[in-house]
Nanobody
Framework: QVQLEESGGGLVQAGGSLRLSCAASGRTFSTSRMGWFRQAPGKEREFVAAISWSGGSTDYADSVKGRFTISRDNAKNTVNLQMNSLKPEDTAVYYC????????????WGQGTQVTVSS
């Protein structure tokens, strides 16, 4: 079982930046993939970005491409999401997630961290 804990959320003005971090504890696999999802009030949770164990493979939602960057530090067992040029529509609770393999559903989730972008 992998435990995940997010940090770094907060309130920022439109156009600003925030950096989210996710610390993973427990046994992780070299085949694993970690991702960020978000859920805005009244909306379903949506995919934001994902990264492979090596960091060589990344994937982004179209809505954040060019603005967000996902990275990971396996020595520290952390995954980061650098968010630039934030927009009010990026306001949501952001969740970190983990799965052991590329295919299949995400198996472990963090509690989430609130990101609020004011206009």
């Amino acid at each position: 079982q992998v435990q995940l804990e997010e940090s770094g959320g907060g309130l920022v003005q439109a156009g600003g930046s925030l950096r989210l971090s996710c610390a993973a504890s427990g046994r992780t696999f070299s085949t694993s993939r970690m991702g960020w999802f978000r859920q805005a009030p009244g909306k379903e949770r949506e995919f934001v970005a994902a990264i492979s164990w090596s960091g060589g493979s990344t994937d982004y939602a179209d809505s954040v491409k060019g603005r967000f960057t996902i990275s990971r530090d396996n020595a520290k067992n952390t995954v980061n999401l650098q968010m630039n040029s934030l927009k009010p529509e990026d306001t949501a609770v952001y969740y970190c997630a983990y799965k052991r393999f590329l295919l299949g559903d995400y198996e472990n989730w963090g509690q989430g961290t609130q990101v609020t972008v004011s206009s």
